[in-house]
């Protein structure tokens, strides 16, 4: 499935899409195969369940399919329009496994644990009026999501926070949602006796926004998978991971011999 305008349309008006089959065949193979790697299955950790019965991870993930898989065009595309910019910037995100036992509060009309994302992405309080102050978050199942297994639930902006409109994330291996960091939100109960819901995403935001963002990465530039990330973009890829832009002063013979050395490939396209 493609991110189309009728998608920006209706996440304008609901404050959420859902994208069915958003990640598939090979590459949706390759990411299940490292998110297991990265976040344990249940069966592996029920004789010393986790605090919490959740895990979190920071930014980045040891795993190339999954940082590669943050270079989507089409994604990145559907934020620039969005924002209303070219300039757009990467927001770290985080992976989330929840297993037998996890409680999330807001059940019914109950208004526990329903958020906003805003709180903890940025220095300035949500506006109604300019979308463009906030981000886009992709929110990722690369596995299949039952209604037992904590679906996250988000409200339709129609509804405000009337828990009993909330509309259940239950759906197949490879979905995308897309929301804002104005959507309303809950976390829930994971009921199911066994398994484990994992989730994998990333925010997008305008490159001058330098206010928000959930995790910044400023200081991975010696993290050995970052490094490898980094050289295998090119110069315009790399500009939405903050860095200078292709024809910056910053670029000398001796900077990039520099940058070559720190990220190996970074010269391989002759960009600079």
Known sequence: MELTDAHLDELDQRGFIILPGFRHGDELKAMQQAQRRVLPSWDEVKDDPP??????T???PPEMALLRGIVHHQAWAFARKWFGTEHIHFRAGCMIARYPGFTGGGTGSDASALHL???NNSLLPPSDSARAFGQLVF???LEAVGEDQAPLRL???EHGRDMSKAE???CEAGTLCVFTNYTMHSASDYLRADGQRYTWGF???RADHYWEGFRHYTDKGQNPIFREFIGTLTA???EVFRFPPAGHAYYTPQTLAALEEQYPGWNARNEY
């Open 51 to 56: 605090p919490g019965r959740a895990i979190l």
């Open 58 to 60: 920071e930014f980045p």
């Open 117 to 119: 994302d805003n709180g």
């Open 139 to 141: 929110w990722h199942h």
């Open 155 to 157: 409200i339709p902006k």
């Open 168 to 170: 259940p994330l239950v």
């Open 203 to 205: 925010g997008l935001g």
């Open 236 to 238: 315009t890829e790399r």
